[in-house]
């Protein structure tokens, strides 16, 4: 009888240990999943957002369409300028002006060979940009784009890309901290729950709730 109390209570012990361990180590483990994976989310998310603004840069306006994107990417071309030559050199201006010239050259470039300097981006990876990263291509970006009036009645372009925690933390393993997160972001500080730039009812140049 003895003995078998002992094993009792050794099993119990050993359970105690295991419960305290793990109220210890998941919210750590939690924290260095969230750090991880939102890195991936906000390299990713930076790149659509580098093609959003070249796309308005060329367009006027955002994209809510990725495909769209994608294409301007892989195929479009931006207008770009460059000097003749240097601002100090007397002769060469001298030269231009006689011509009839400005020390002005215009030429155009590749989109995909330019914005993302000095990164390079393959097809693949321009094609996967509206998945978000962690989920094997099964969760996408939620992208909308579009225009509203200022205060001032002025009609400025908008667009607001987002990707939700639910859609790339481990609800599973994580799950009360994950709610926990999102309740922390909502209620305590007032921000989306999640990765994102962009809104859609104001203009804020682009920003990324990760830059605050």
Request: proline share 3%; hydrophobic share 40%.
């Amino acid at each position: 009888m003895k003995k078998i109390f002992q094993i009792l209570l050794a099993v119990v012990i050993v359970l105690f240990v295991y419960i305290i361990y793990k109220q210890i180590s998941t919210p750590i483990r939690f924290e260095s999943e969230l750090k991880s994976k939102s890195a991936q989310v906000i390299d990713r998310i930076k790149d659509i957002r580098t093609a959003e603004r070249a796309f308005k840069t060329k367009y006027q306006r955002f994209t809510a369409s990725f495909d769209t994107l994608a294409q301007f990417i892989l195929t479009d071309t931006l207008e770009m300028e460059r000097k003749l030559v240097d601002d100090d050199d007397s002769v060469g201006l001298a030269m231009l002006k006689k011509q009839g010239k400005k020390n002005v050259e215009k030429f155009k470039v590749a989109v995909i060979d330019t914005i993302f300097s000095p990164k390079k981006l393959t097809k693949e990876d321009v094609m996967n940009l509206r998945y978000i990263p962690t989920t094997n291509n099964q969760s996408e970006f939620i992208l909308e784009a579009g225009t509203i009036a200022t205060e001032s009645k002025i009609v400025i372009p908008v667009v607001e890309c987002r990707a939700p925690y639910i859609q790339f933390l481990d609800t599973i393993t994580y799950r009360q901290d994950v709610i926990n997160k999102i309740d922390d972001d909502v209620n305590n500080y007032n921000r989306y729950p999640g990765i994102k730039f962009g809104s859609m009812e104001a203009g804020n140049n682009e920003a990324g709730n990760w830059e605050d």
